[in-house]
């Protein structure tokens, strides 16, 4: 029987869309099967890859050369499904990545379940937004994303209180901030699908900044390290800008990130 980590290595390792979605969900129900019936699986100590292999599409541009769309025109809604489908494409690999790059440092058994959990959740939006795009005659993989989430996770692949910091305590919680608003942008011309499934994806996305808090606040205890500061010392280290207002403050702390957390990183360091 494989190790946790190496089902994670492995799913970084699948370049191919569709089967790097059928690992990640045959992976996230044998391990909750066997947490609940046998706990035979073992953490493990697999090698993980620097980056995970990328499929041939989407093709990969800088930010700044991502191509304009008006926001509530057909193809400015095809291009914004397209960007989210991107971002949680991605954070299917980010969440294994952690399992698989962190796994080894002997954590309480419930790190593992919350990352596999978060995993699972983040290939059924994959999924969600996939089917939108088909249902308006587009794909993912029909137009081109950038690739800056992958820039502020990298950087912090030797650092797992850095990249609690980054990716799911900063950019997971950047979603809170920006999904009602595009939830709006639908509701406005009356797409139920497309609203329904992004207020899945919003509730649920909620639980992955409180794993954020929750293993960077453990992990900081068990290190003896004051919270905040070190939370301001590692965002100001990796994230190299500052956060922009406005916060969904309420879902914020409905995920254990408290005002004075992020707050004071909306200015340059005094
Ligand atoms: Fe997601
Ligand atoms: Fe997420």
């Known amino acids: 029987m494989k190790s946790l ?6 799913i970084l390792k699948t370049a ?14 044998m391990w909750f099967d066997d947490r ?3 706990n035979r699986i073992s953490i493990g100590n697999a090698a993980c890859p620097d980056i995970p292999s990328k499929p041939n599409k989407p093709e990969l541009l800088p930010p700044r050369s991502m191509p304009k769309r008006k926001i509530g025109t057909e193809s400015g809604k095809i291009a914004l499904i397209h960007s989210v489908a991107h971002i949680e494409f991605n954070a299917i690999d980010l969440h294994w990545d952690i399992i698989a790059r962190f796994g080894h440092m002997k954590f309480p058994i419930s790190f593992y379940d919350d990352w596999v959990s978060a995993a699972r959740d983040e290939t059924k939006h994959f999924e969600l937004l996939s089917r ?24 912090t692949n030797n650092d797992i209180l850095g ?3 980054v990716v799911p305590m900063v950019l997971e919680a950047r979603g809170l901030d920006v999904t009602p608003n595009m939830i709006k942008l639908f509701e406005r011309s009356g797409e139920k699908k497309a609203v329904e ?5 919003y509730s649920e996305e909620v639980s992955h900044v409180s794993y954020g808090s929750k293993w960077f606040n453990f992990l900081c205890g068990r290190n003896n390290l004051d919270p905040k500061l070190t939370f301001h010392k590692l965002v100001r280290k990796y994230f ?8 969904n403050e309420e879902k914020r702390a409905d995920s254990g990130l408290p005002p004075d957390f992020y707050w004071p990183l909306t200015e340059n360091e005094p």
């Open 5 to 10: 980590t190496h089902m994670a290595a492995n």
């Open 16 to 29: 191919n869309v569709q089967t790097k979605i059928k690992l990640s969900k045959e992976y996230s129900d």
């Open 36 to 38: 609940k019936n046998y």
């Open 132 to 155: 939108l795009l088909i249902d308006r005659e587009s794909y993912y993989g029909a137009l081109p994303a950038h690739d800056s989430m992958w820039d502020a996770a990298k950087i």
């Open 163 to 165: 990249r609690l910091a």
């Open 197 to 201: 499934y992004l207020n899945i994806i």
């Open 240 to 247: 190299h800008t500052t956060l922009k207002p406005p916060f």
